[in-house]
């Protein structure tokens, strides 16, 4: 059984590293087309942004299915999230711009889409650091609210996709309704969980609750 | 595309890349002869050179300037009439119908009036101009694109002092082009404008062709505009009417969004697009570990333009 599931997780490691290999051919095979400096800040945001909603999928899917023991899950394609915005941020930074720092200086501050990407990545980058056992034993009850934040992440990268196109919008908004599918079954579960509650209370004591809240 | 060639060859399982070349001559040659009605024996006598390999270079091109692979200005196209990524116009676009072509010129002119393609082409020599194109997407290239100026053909007409504005309008054939069969995005057919004084600049050209050859169609055959000191969207394709007008005529970006894409739309670092940046462009054709080009003031024509614009505020008048 154990053997199994190391199996699996092993498995899911060298599965979530297919996109890159894609890429590394593109890249040696000339696939990447004209622009291809566009076509890889484009594959590899892509990636950080799927496995950005995968992981926030694992919850839901975890909930429907009830199979529990899926949190490592989350935590291995969070870091996959992190791991591709690190490569399109390094891509960024070393293979287009070259790190002409004064370029990048007057491209962030003018380029909103940008800014957008940044809190994103800022976000990911601290939920990835802190991602391990240990650092969840040391931030005690304040990792979990730090860890909320992938919500705005997602909500950043969202906008960080939809404000760089001049106005084909069917992809980003393929990404849009599914972020939405998976925040609105959230949604729906606190606010049954919250229905849930305010039957099982004494209705005096559940208005100071909700005012607590 | 290889494994295509090899297809189209029946009986030989390696294709000799010279042969893949004069084949593509050959059909643009072939297509161009019935565009322009050149002699056949022309093109065949000489199929492995394009076909207006010898036009004269223009005194305004920038013969210093290194163009950009045609395999990368014909595969990256902004049409949206076929579709709205760059790579699907190159296929799409071969259903435009583009023979018989003619252009209507209009509005504040002496002498308004249709004329043949082939009529404009033969009244019209054709010169060789190396251009800068920069596109709003902050990416851009180097065409040798082959045309005329666009202030010739105009004159022909003999424009009425009336005429304050240029409005260029491409072709509506919706049954071949999906966007516009489907009413995608922008308001079709989509058209574009210059003031008088920009249109009859002798930098701005009318291009049937480009890298010595007759314009594939998915970038903007038979005859399109070329404005290198704006961004690209205002280098309409497959133009059809002309007309000069005593007012400004909306351009089909300005229409989109208006704060977006300004009717002048020069090209200028300072004044940023207002989701990003307009300091740096990637130049199509360099590689990676490559710095962007910092973007010139007008696309680097300055020197030539600067005048038309010398009372107005850029910045306002984006």
Redesign the interface.
């Known amino acids: 059984m154990i053997m199994q599931i190391n199996n699996l997780r092993s498995l899911t490691i060298a599965v979530c590293f297919i996109p890159l290999l894609w890429v590394v051919f593109d890249i040696a095979f000339d696939n990447l087309g004209s622009n291809q400096m566009q076509a890889l800040h484009i594959r590899l945001g892509d990636w950080a942004l799927r496995f950005l909603w995968i992981t926030l999928a694992i919850t839901p899917v975890q909930t429907v299915t009830k199979w529990r023991g899926m949190t490592e899950y989350r935590q291995l394609f969070g870091l996959y999230a992190f791991f591709y915005a690190s490569l399109h941020v390094l891509v960024y930074l070393a293979v287009d711009q070259v790190f002409a720092w004064r370029i990048i200086g007057i491209d962030i501050l003018e380029s909103s889409y940008i800014w957008f990407g940044l809190i994103a990545y800022i976000i990911v980058f601290s939920l990835g650091i802190t991602s391990s056992k240990a650092s969840k034993k040391l931030l005690g009850k304040s990792w979990k609210k730090l860890h909320r934040f992938i919500y705005i992440a997602a909500g950043a990268a969202m906008i960080h996709y939809f404000w760089q196109l001049k106005g084909n919008l069917a992809e980003p908004l393929f990404y849009l309704l599914l972020i939405f599918m998976l925040l609105g079954f959230r949604a729906v579960i606190w606010f049954k969980n919250k229905q849930l509650s305010q039957m099982m209370i004494p209705k005096g004591r559940a208005s100071t609750d909700t005012e607590s809240d | 595309m290889i494994i295509k060639t090899i297809k189209n060859i029946p009986g030989s399982e390696i294709t000799d890349p010279l042969v893949f070349q004069q084949r593509r001559t050959l059909i643009k040659a072939m297509a161009a002869m019935m565009l322009t009605g050149t002699s056949i024996r022309t093109g065949w006598a000489d199929s492995s050179k394009p076909i207006w390999s010898a036009v004269p270079k223009s005194r305004l091109s920038a013969h210093e300037l290194v163009v950009t692979p045609a395999?990368?200005?014909e595969?990256?196209n902004n049409y949206?009439e076929f579709a709205?990524?760059?790579?699907d116009p190159r296929s799409l676009a071969q259903s435009l119908r583009v023979d018989p072509w003619s252009v209507e010129i209009g509005g504040e002119v002496e002498k308004p009036g249709t004329y043949q393609l082939e009529d404009i082409l033969s009244q019209h020599p054709l010169q060789e101009y190396i251009y800068r194109f920069r596109c709003?997407?902050a990416?851009s290239m180097v065409v040798p694109w082959v045309g005329f100026s666009l202030g010739d053909l105009l004159k022909t007409a003999k424009p009425l002092s009336s005429a304050k504005f240029v409005k260029l309008t491409s072709v509506h054939q919706p049954d071949s082009m999906p966007k516009q069969r489907n009413n995608g995005?922008?308001d079709w057919p989509y058209v574009e404008g210059l003031r008088i004084d920009e249109a009859m600049h002798p930098l701005t050209i009318l291009a049937a062709g480009m890298y010595g050859n007759i314009l594939p169609k998915q970038n903007g055959a038979p005859l399109r505009l070329v404005v290198p000191w704006k961004y690209g969207f205002k280098s309409i394709k497959a133009v059809v009417k002309i007309e000069l007008l005593k007012r400004p005529p909306i351009s089909s970006w300005n229409k989109?969004?208006p704060n977006e894409y300004g009717f002048y739309a020069n090209v200028n670092p300072d004044v940023?697009h207002?989701?990003?940046?307009?300091?740096?462009e990637?130049l199509?054709g360099s590689?990676?570990?490559?710095?962007?080009r910092?973007t010139e003031l007008f696309n680097g024509y300055g020197e030539q333009v600067a005048h038309l614009y010398r009372d107005m505020d850029l910045r306002h008048f984006f």
């Open positions: 395999d990368a200005t595969n990256y949206y709205f990524n760059k790579e709003v997407e990416w995005m922008l989109f969004a940023p207002p989701r990003w940046s307009q300091n740096s990637r199509l590689g990676f570990f490559t710095p962007r910092q």
